[in-house]
């Protein structure tokens, strides 16, 4: 007898199922919560060439190269990673594909691991391409088989819209095989792909008339559906705003829709005017609701549902004034438990001594970010990718170089590949004097510890070229450039020292592994009768150490918990009393 | 793997739904997928949700786990869940508004301050357990005492899972082979050695 397999998938391991079972050839991402998944779990697929590009414009132009060529591409990245991404796809969006092309947007409403909660859906609209959003695992795979498909038929490259809650929910997903499409091979065609002005015009041209075709292709897709239920209520709704829709209004009529770039207006129609009240129900911003009203209907949306925040089946049920569970006892007086540094970890020296030092510090993303949390403060700002480099030189050349002796800029390693390299080479050619630390713990590590090319290492583990950020900073003309350890805390003092002392760019690489790629040292303890509670230890803010009451001493002493230390030695180094010792000693 | 649909088929469309929470690095997610897993075997729809990304780092971590016949949202709401799983005390207290009246709390006999604790800025909050008892069924676990008998403090998630177990009726060998799906072979034998001691605590 045929048996469909059935097996539980997050959203993100779906897309890779959905992209092998869809023919798909070639994938290339930039690790981002919550896409990183996409692609480590297309790797474990050796039918697909996958790579980790240094950024998402790239990735989303390597994937490009491969269609034109004739292979099926797929590129993933998280919503701000389009912002990167967006100067390739607009064009993309005239020149249309050879193979097909699926970008998925990984957004995050509720910023769980982010910076921004832009809402990735209008970059449809604005760069004219199809989008699909899917409502669960299952939808996740289906769609981008599907869109391989659709992008090769209606000639243009499809946009796969992803949230947090759908990328790391699981549900159970129907398996299928894999479909081996051959890869066409490359036709010469400037009027196509060589977006002269005078190609682009017809371009624009052919684009308007390929969103006729897919509004009329919106009007039957199959998961663009009417789920009749009782027709004094009716709901639109997309993504999991649906699944949520679903519990908390279960009688109501549903129109689900899947395909939501061009909207299918006529089915649109049809549903409300069979319905007395209409609801849409989206996470986000009021994108269906605009079209819809535009269209003439009257709908409740966003005047009842929040715009800010994720959605979730309470929020939807406080806004319709609908019963909701009263907590009998109420919160208050729970701690926070924010992220944190982890103990160990070897940016923390670094940050220490910026503190110490009451140096500004224009900060990048990366989970060197949680250095600007108390009781470290050595961090100003965060705005995107790269923008450390290029935020302290405006400040430098506004203010006056006087400023330089107290700014350094502070980037990770894989962050300084990903867009940190073109503001250093603006602030030499400028004639800047950009103080640049480059945080090099050797991986990716926020998002789960991909290799860059400062490791040397490739996607599925291989060997590739090692390119140290301290030869590409030598190479972009910086004089002053310095390898230090930052596990040792009298070097990183007198190296920034040196550094924000020196004229011209300086760029110092601290290099020490994320504590997840090495095995910890002896963990380090406190002799009690030797501490005298001074807390000089506790200003590194490291989660191992804490203070303990002891019944010989008033003031209570500093106490390392074994099963947090990592014996990075910071604390032992900082200690004036000799308090610390290594328990490889005892 | 194939799952046993015909166990739900009698039974009505009650969704069970479990929060599962503690601090990053726990093994949470890793208890998360078990469970699914053995609700999956059990011929149920699942639906389970998770942070990844920045907020694993020692930050709090929850986990949203759904079965039943049909499940449509990923998230439990608020005072819908029928357990909570907590691997630590104060993030029992934290994510309490979850469970459902008459609800059940399981919770490790653990405490990790937070570094506002550490630092003295605020108390960790007395008397958790006492507190919780007034409005749900709790259930303490010394998981980690149980974990380190067994040589490995960190099977105490695993530990956890088994106690949980009790209460959720799938027969043993649906467990065993959820716990083979989703832990590398070279630590089955202590997961599997973990979640017995945790389903015969009494």
Redesign the interface.
Known sequence: MF?I????LSGNEAVARGAWEGGCHFAAAYPG??S??ILENIIKYPEIYTEWSVNEKVALEVCAGASFVGARAITAMKHVGLNVAADPMFTLGYTGVTGGLVIVTCDDPGM??SQNEQDNRHYARHAKIPLLEPS?SNEAKIFTKLAFELSEEFDTVFLLRLT??IS?????VELGTRKEIPIKGYVKNIRKRLVLPAHARILHQVVEERLKKLADYSEDFPYNRIEWGEKNLGIISSG?AY??A??VFPGASFLKLSFTYPLPRNLIKRFAREVKKLLVIEEGDPILEQEIKAMGIKVIGKDKIPLCGEL???VI?KSFNKK??????E?K??????????PGCPERGVFYVINKLKLTATGDIG?YT?GAL??LNAMDTCICMGASVTNAHGMEKALGKELSKKLVAIIGDSTFFHMGITGLINAVYNKGNLNLIILDNLTTA???HQPHPGTGRLARGEEGKRILPEDVARGCGVEFVRVVDPLDLKQTEQAIKDAINFEGVTVLVFRSPCIFLKKPKPYLAVDPEKCNGCKLC?RL?C?A???KKIESKEKPVAYIEP?LCNGCDLCLQLCQHDAIESSKNE | MKSKKKAIESSNNKITSIIICGVGGQGILLSSDILCTAAFLAGYDVKKSEIHGMAQRGGSVITHARFGKKVYSPLVEEGGADFILAFEKLEALRYSYFLRNNGTIIVNELQLPPTSVLAGERDYPANIIETLKKFANVDVIPAQEIALKLGNVRVANVVLLGSIARYLKFPEELWTEAIKENVKPQYLDLNIRAFKQGLSIP
């Open positions: 048996r397999e059935r097996k539980i919560t919550p990183t998944e769980w691991s669960d947090t809650r790391h929910s699981s549900g159970i999991i699944m949520y679903k519990e979730d089946p309470t049920k909701i569970y009263k907590p009998q006892m919160l007086d729970v701690p926070e438990r924010p992220p944190v540094l982890c989970c949680l108390p009781p926020m998002t789960g506790l803010g989660p150490i804490t203070l099963t």
